[in-house]
């Protein structure tokens, strides 16, 4: 299980005019050189939009940008998706703070645990961009696996076994963790934290609980690359399977794309902006700087339903 991504993935930069790209992996990931999103031109865009579904996830060092900036690089990319766990920053709906104060002492952060992005919603977001404002002096580190190149690697007789197959991606197993684990406050896992005092919970709730079926290997729209669509986080079934038979399924694949061989790394600064397709990759943040803050801002776009 254990492999090496050569011959199944190639992570070169293409050839472009506009925009410099540096490679970070074999796997996937790239730094996007000598643009700045608030004077981005539409030959870089067009370029820089290629890139970031070549390689998966790319990110941008030193930019300056408001959340009036944020929102309008965002929807370049296609209109905002629905945000599964924030209200956003006042005056900008679709601009959502993932803040960690220094003293908050939770045993899990927004984010942790390998996912993809809101899977449980009908239409999950597409592209997730998000930007560091304040970040630790070590720790907190984002980590990302190459769900594409994970299903290139299977063998054809397990493609075939799971071509058909319909995972249950649900809410439930992460709100439970952060009911038990989480210090009540005004942050989004905070949040779902005070629900543990409910007497009922919110029917929005409720229905992120219910989740979606969404077929385990996806096509993307628009390279038509196939994907494992599959994480630890939120796939608690597969559709006309039993837990006991699904479990090994989802475990066997949830493992099987976070191997190490088909990972990138990424070291936030103040001004990084990282952006990653969710239908291509799943990620994880790391809850290692106690003691110390981390502000950052998302905005989400829009997806069509797994197909």
């Not at 679709?94 to 908050?104: F, H, R, S």
């Not at 439930?172 to 905070?190: F, H, K, T, Y």
């Not at 543990?196 to 029917?203: H, N, Q, T, V």
């Not at 290692?288 to 797994?306: A, C, F, I």
Request: proline share 6%.
């Amino acid at each position: 299980m254990r492999l090496h991504p050569t011959g199944k993935f190639d992570n070169h930069a293409a050839k472009y005019r506009h925009i410099e790209v540096q490679p970070i992996a074999a796997a996937m990931g790239a730094e996007v050189l000598g643009v700045d999103v608030t004077r981005i031109t539409d030959e870089q865009f067009a370029e820089l939009r290629h890139a970031l579904f070549r390689h998966k996830m790319i990110f941008l060092r030193d930019q300056r940008i408001t959340h009036g900036d944020h929102e309008a690089f965002s929807l370049r990319f296609g209109p905002f998706a629905e945000d599964a766990y924030t209200q956003g920053v006042p005056g900008h709906r679709n601009v959502q703070p993932l803040i960690k104060e220094a003293d908050d002492p939770s045993k899990m952060v927004f984010g942790e645990g390998w996912h993809t992005d809101s899977p449980f919603l009908p239409e999950p977001p597409a592209i997730t961009i998000l930007y560091a404002v304040e970040v630790p002096p070590f720790g907190g580190d984002t980590i990302w696996a190459n769900s594409a190149l994970a299903y290139a690697t299977l063998s054809d007789t397990y493609k075939a076994m799971i071509q058909n197959l319909k995972v249950h991606f649900s809410m439930r197993d992460v709100l439970r963790a952060a009911q038990e684990a989480v210090q009540v406050s005004d942050s989004p896992i905070g949040r779902l934290a005070a629900t543990r005092y409910a007497e009922k919970l919110p029917e929005d709730l409720q229905r992120k609980i219910r989740g979606s079926f969404h077929p385990l290997v996806r096509t993307h729209p628009v390279t038509g690359e196939k994907a494992l669509f599959v994480d630890s986080a939120y796939a608690i079934g597969i559709e006309g399977m039993t837990e006991e038979e699904s479990a090994p399924i989802l475990k066997f694949l949830a493992d099987y794309v976070t191997q190490s061989a088909f990972t990138c790394r990424l070291r936030w600064y103040p001004g990084t902006l990282a952006m990653w397709d969710n239908r291509l990759c799943v990620h994880q943040a790391y809850n290692d700087y106690h003691g110390y803050r981390r502000e950052l801002y998302r905005t989400t776009v829009k997806g069509e339903k797994p197909s």
